[in-house]
Every structure is written in C-alpha cells, then in structure tokens.
C-alpha cells in the first residue's frame, strides 16, 4: 500500500489532528516538504504534504488564504501541515476554511511533533513501499520465469495478466493476436491491431500508452526483439497506471518474451537451412531424400498438392529482365542473367512476404517452406492454404496500388514484389512447379504486373506475351524489307500476307477479303517469298510470319 495521509495520522508518534479535507486523506503522499515561502508552487512536483509554520503568511487574512491554498490545490499538493505554538498558538480559522473550500486535507502538527520526523516518517514509508514492490517484483519475475520455461508464452501471460490484475495479450511480426490471457481479452485485444501495427513502424525498442476501445482500460503496448524490425509485441490492460511492482512485472515479461523471441529466430535459421537442403533434393527429384532429411518439420507438406512460389523485388527483377533482353538479342541461346546483389530480408518487401506467409501459416496451423535464394525467395505452401491466400493476398495490395503501407511494414524501402505461382503440384513434380512459377513470375515482369498464376498462362492467350520488346524487335526485323516494299508503293504485301495466313492459305477466300483476283494474290505471295528469301510452304516461316504480324500489330 502506498503512502497516504490517512497512514500519517495513524502514526502514533507524530500526534496529528486533521482539521479539514477528512475525505481526502487516502490520497497518496509522494513527499514531506518544508517551505515558509509565501509561494513555493514553483518549487512543487505535485504529491507533497507541505509543512508550515505561516512565518511569512497573514494566515489570518481570509482572502490572503484562499489565493494561497487555491495556488496549492491546483500545483497538485496533496495536503498542508500547520505547526501550532510556533507564530500561531492555535490553527487560524481563515486557513481552515480556505481549505475546507478547496477540499484540501489540513493537518495540525503539535509543538512537541518536529517537522523532520514527519518527513523521516514519510521517507521511511516510502522506503518500505519501494522494497514491498523490488519484492514483490523479484517474487514476480520468478513466477513468469517458470511459466515461461514450464507452459511457453501461453502460461507467462496468464502469469502477467495475474500480476497486474488485468489483461495481457501477445501478436506476431504480422500484427495478429497470437495469445491473450485470459480468453475473453482476445477480442479486446484484437481491436488494438491498428495499433500494434503503428508500434511496428517505429524502431524496437518501443512502446505506447492507448486508451482501449471505449475506453474500456489503459493499455500499454511494447515491441518485443533486438533487431530493426519489431518481431512482436506485447498489450498489457488494466484498470489503472501500473505501480511499481506491476512495472516490474511487465519489464520481466518483455524481457523474458525477448529471450524465447531471439532463440525462435536460432531456430527459424536452422530450419531455414534444412528447407534448402530439402527444396534442393525436391528440384533435383529426388522426394524421398528430401522426406528423409524433413523428417516432421513439415508434417504432411512435402505429400499433400503444393504451390511453388518464386518472388523477386522490383529492381532484380529488372536487372535479370534488362540481362535476359540483351542475352536475346546478341545471342541466339540466352546466356545466364547477370547476378544482381543479395537484398536484405530485414529491410526489403521479400522479408514482408516472408513475414506475411509464415505467420498465416501459423495461425492456420500449415506447415510452409520458406527459403531465401539470392536475390530471390521460395515458397513451397498448401494448395489452397492461407499462406498461399496470404501471398496473393499481399501482392494484390500492391498491385492495387496500396503500398504506402506495405512499405512501412518493410522499413520504408520503395522496393516491390514481382511474383509467381506454379499450378498445383507434388513432390514427384517439384522441378516442373519450379519452372512454372519461373515462368509465371517471367510474364508478370514483361507484363509489369506484380502476380501471376502459371494457369492464368495456360487458361489465356499467348498474344499478350509477344508485347515483349526483344520479340517486337525480331519481329520488326522480320517484316522491315515487305514495309519498305509497300511504302515505296509497289504493292500491299503486308496486308496479303495477313489476308493470306489467316485464311490458312486458301487463295480464293483470302483474295475476296482483299478484293483481288487470286492471280495477283499468288503473285504477291511470291513476291514475299523472294524478298524473304523463305518458302511459304514451310509451317515454321508461316508460324513466325503470323506471329510476327501480331506483334507488330499490338503496339
């Protein structure tokens, strides 16, 4: 309990009288201070029981006394001890009554009472108060230690939530409520998302002080993790500011949620090497080896259908796009992509991602294997699953054009996602669904989209891939001689060309449409062939001649 005025005139030694304020004396004492100055308000912190003697004072001026007590009232003193046969024989009534009027408890010190024992009196309390709360918050610490190493982080906040009489909640890196204690706190808990959201934009360590919902409580809410990026956080609810002992309390669960935070992610990094050896023996085909090496890590991922998700930022995926253009059109074989620089996962939209879908699997309750590759991340996740509804999720927001905040969430980087699904698959099909998601995440670059599903390839067209600049070229080179032909106005050869092709040859259909005789068509379709210098015979120059009329005709 903490020090009041009420304990004061208890005291059996100092022999206090209270004379006015009876109703207030549970009020907190925070300090004994002695001043005869006529106003000491600016020497005040608030909380203090001012001793006086009214050396300097007219105490019996009733106006003077009501300035000067309404002055203490509003610097927050929490009461006045006046010493009798000192200037004054008995307590002046003027006095009395001003604080009778402000409601300010007065308390009548006797000759024989020394103001220092008053305040050896209130030190002593204070004292004692501070050591019940190092006790009692040692005593705390040791409680939320076992349930932390007993229970996990479960039964540490039940332990807390005792501690402060209130309620205690945990979230993830992602903002989701991980635990409460107790149960009926996780609504109100994850009404605070918002919240918990804003801490993570500020650099751990950090924390705030919110009024709930409604006002409902004060809640305090701490990031939790040693690194740039907050890996979790923790709310704390309670009727009233916490007091020492709870303060103990919640420092020690933020401390020991810390510790278990910094060995999760040891372990997050040990597992992540396992899932690249066994995402290297699943593309080399070998499943059950890579099964073997699991073991339970996974539970039933590595034999239930599975997507395969390859993500890149932006500007990787840029340079490899820009490498594999100029590997085009220099060489007929493309020649591997220039390496580009490992991105940081801390601070990057992959890490995001990464964030993104293994905290949906975990609320899910999925097994999910995530797996940084260079400059590149890969994603094995349930069909159907909430990662893989997490991850489109998420590049659906960007795509939408929402990345204000996705950017804060990756440290204010303005870098974004360039992704791609395989169709489902399985362990047997590992290297397929690889290249699948290659290829998915190829035409979302040209397409300069964020996301695409390889069965938006197989289910659409082909022309929309021919927009690419290297084919737009070839293609331009491959028509330029049957242009200049047609601008020096020697014929339409273009134009019967595509008549032609896209009757299938059929020269009376196809000179109908141009509104020619089939004569001058079949002269026009040599003329091509001489100028081309290729057969219009061979179905490999008519598919890349009708090709490259379409790419010159999507521009």
């Known amino acids: 309990m903490p020090l009041t005025l009420a304990s004061l005139v208890h005291h059996s030694a100092l022999k206090l009288t209270v004379r006015a304020g009876e109703d207030r004396l549970d009020v907190p004492v925070r300090w004994a201070h002695v001043s005869e100055l006529a106003d000491p308000v600016p020497y005040m912190e608030g909380g203090e029981l001012l001793l006086i003697t009214a050396l300097k004072l007219d105490a ?13 009232a509003g610097a927050g003193v929490v009461g006045i001890g006046f010493a009798v046969g000192v200037n004054y024989e008995e307590t002046p009534k003027a006095l009395v009554d001003a604080c009778a009027e402000e409601d300010l408890p007065l308390l009548e010190v006797p000759r024989r009472t020394p103001f220092l024992a008053i305040s050896k009196a209130v030190s002593a309390a204070i004292a004692a108060e501070q050591y019940r709360a190092v006790t009692a918050g040692f005593a705390a610490q040791r409680e939320l230690t076992k349930q932390a190493l007993n229970s996990g982080p479960e039964g540490l906040l039940a332990a807390l939530a005792a501690q402060v009489d209130g309620w205690a909640a945990l979230y993830d890196a992602s903002g989701a409520v991980v635990a409460t204690a107790p149960e009926w706190a996780l609504r109100r808990a994850a009404r605070l998302t918002a919240e918990v959201e804003r801490l993570r934009e500020r650099p751990a360590p950090a924390s705030s002080v919110v009024g709930g919902p409604d006002h409902e409580d004060r809640v305090e809410l701490h990031s939790i993790g040693t690194g740039r990026r907050p890996r979790a956080a923790l709310a704390v609810g309670t009727a009233a500011t916490l007091g020492t002992a709870e303060r103990y309390a919640v420092h020690s669960a933020i401390a020991l949620l810390t510790l278990t935070t910094e060995r999760s992610r040891s372990l997050h990094a040990a597992e992540q090497r396992v899932g690249v050896a066994v995402l290297r023996m699943l593309l080399a085909g070998e499943p059950d080896h890579a099964r073997a090496v699991a073991g339970d890590l996974y539970g039933t991922l590595l034999d239930a259908p599975f997507r395969m998700i390859v993500a890149e930022s932006a500007s990787a995926s840029a340079a490899r796009a820009h490498a594999d253009a100029h590997a085009r059109v220099t060489a007929a074989k493309p020649a591997p992509a220039a390496p580009v620089p490992a991105v940081d996962a801390a601070g990057d939209p992959l890490g995001a991602l990464a964030e993104t879908v293994e905290s949906a699997a975990a609320r899910a309750g999925e097994a999910v294997l995530v797996v940084p590759e260079g400059e590149r991340l890969v994603v094995l996740a349930t069909d159907g699953g909430a990662a893989v509804a997490a991850c489109t999720a998420f590049a659906a927001a960007l795509e939408a054009g929402r990345t204000k905040e996705l950017r804060d969430q990756t440290g204010g980087e303005e870098d974004e996602l360039i992704v791609g699904l395989s169709a489902p698959s399985g362990p047997i099909a590992a290297a397929a669904a690889y290249k699948q998601a290659e290829q998915a995440l190829s035409v979302a670059r040209r397409r300069g ?16 891939l021919l927009a690419d600049d290297a084919v737009k070229a070839f293609a331009d080179g491959l028509l330029r001689a049957l242009h200049e032909h047609d601008a020096n106005g020697r014929g339409d050869l273009v134009a019967s060309l595509r008549a032609w092709l896209s009757r299938h040859g059929q020269w009376d259909a196809a000179a109908a449409d141009l509104g020619v005789h089939r004569h ?16 219009l015979d061979d179905p490999d120059v008519r598919m890349e001649l009708w090709l490259a009329l379409k790419a010159t005709s999507t521009e």
């Open 60 to 72: 019996e001026d009733p106006e003077a006394m009501r300035r000067y007590v309404r002055r203490l």
């Open 449 to 464: 989209r964020v996301c695409v599903e390889h069965e938006q390839l197989a289910s659409g067209s082909v022309l929309p």
């Open 520 to 535: 001058t068509l079949r002269y026009r379709m040599r003329r091509v062939e001489e100028i081309l210098g290729r057969s």
